[in-house]
């Protein structure tokens, strides 16, 4: 086994490490228990893989010049953060050494261990946080290299209320902060009527994924005015500079569970300077005055009508 020379102390480790051009180690996987004293203490890098729930072996990763990047443990420890101490399965740094992102739970995912499985091993942690004290099971937590909590995952099933610029918001996935505590974005966990420069409108991704709480539809400046949403229940006629009136509708797609029945895709605005943009998947975006923008309700068009039978019909 090679010894592979951190700044944190030597890992006896697998073949196949990794090198950065300067010399220093981009991975390795540890083959024995080698504790290494992190910025956040002694830690045991994981160097097992030999149940259901962990199957794989993840490889340490580490920034140019050898500071820590990605660090899968061993087991659950305990650790210093921005927030107190919290249990943590993996954590990640910035290149200053400073703690990244933390996640409780670790585990592989595969048909022989489910996203079910991993979530009912998800205890309650109590955060304090830019919205007060919150107490729920979290995928990851995200910190500024200041130390400033930028971002909190949640579990699928779990939601969370957000007091916003808007009024409480129900949320799922996730909400993310600037650095002054203020809300950057959430995900409402249902269709939510928000007003908006060109009336109320109903804010609502069904194609957001909850990888992390980062970067969520519904959006808001610092200063708490709204930046932008995503919705599927308006269409939007907009006044062309020729006088003409151009109406953008939410694009339509086949149901991947029934392929007669069309389901609705989003629409993303952003408001700025007086003006709506209004994107749509795979087509230029349109900008116009908030003025020359009306919004109108959308629905997606019934399936088609399939022949009934008829008393008497076809040949006997």
């Known amino acids: 086994m090679p010894t592979i020379t951190t700044p944190y102390g030597p890992v006896e480790a697998l073949p196949g490490a990794e090198f950065h051009p300067d010399g220093s180690v981009r991975s390795c996987i540890p083959a024995i228990a080698c504790p290494l004293n992190t910025p956040l203490g002694v830690l045991v890098p994981q160097f097992t893989a030999n149940t259901q729930r962990k199957r794989q072996l993840p490889a340490m990763l580490f920034h140019p010049g050898g500071r820590l990047r990605n660090l899968p443990l061993e087991e659950q420890t305990v650790v210093p953060t921005p927030l107190g101490p919290l249990p943590a399965e993996q954590v990640t740094f910035h290149e200053s050494g400073a703690l990244k992102r933390l996640f409780p ?175 749509r998947p795979g087509q230029p975006r349109v900008s116009a005055a908030v003025t020359d923008v009306a919004a109108v309700p959308f629905h997606a068009p019934l399936p088609p009508m399939q022949r009934l039978c008829t008393m008497g019909a076809g040949t006997w």
């Open 105 to 279: 739970l670790n585990g592989t995912l595969s048909g022989f261990w489910t996203q079910e499985d991993e979530a009912g091993l998800a205890a309650p942690i109590i955060l304090d946080t830019p919205l007060g004290p919150v107490e729920a099971p979290v995928i990851s937590l995200y910190f500024s290299g200041e130390g400033r909590l930028r971002s909190l995952t949640l579990w699928p099933v779990l939601t969370l209320e957000v007091p916003c610029p808007l009024g409480s918001v129900t949320t799922r996935m996730g909400v993310s902060f600037y650095d002054s505590g203020a809300i950057r974005s959430l995900e409402p966990a249902a269709p939510t009527v928000v007003p908006t420069p060109i009336g109320p409108l109903t804010a609502f991704d069904p194609d957001a994924v909850g990888v992390n709480g980062d970067t969520n539809s519904l959006r808001f400046r610092e200063n708490g005015s709204l930046l932008g949403l995503v919705t599927t229940a308006h269409a939007f006629d907009v006044v062309q500079e020729n006088g003409r009136v151009r109406r953008i509708e939410p694009p339509l797609r086949r149901d991947p569970c029934d392929g007669q029945r069309q389901e609705v895709g989003p629409l993303a605005l952003e408001f700025a300077g007086g003006r709506v943009t209004i994107g």
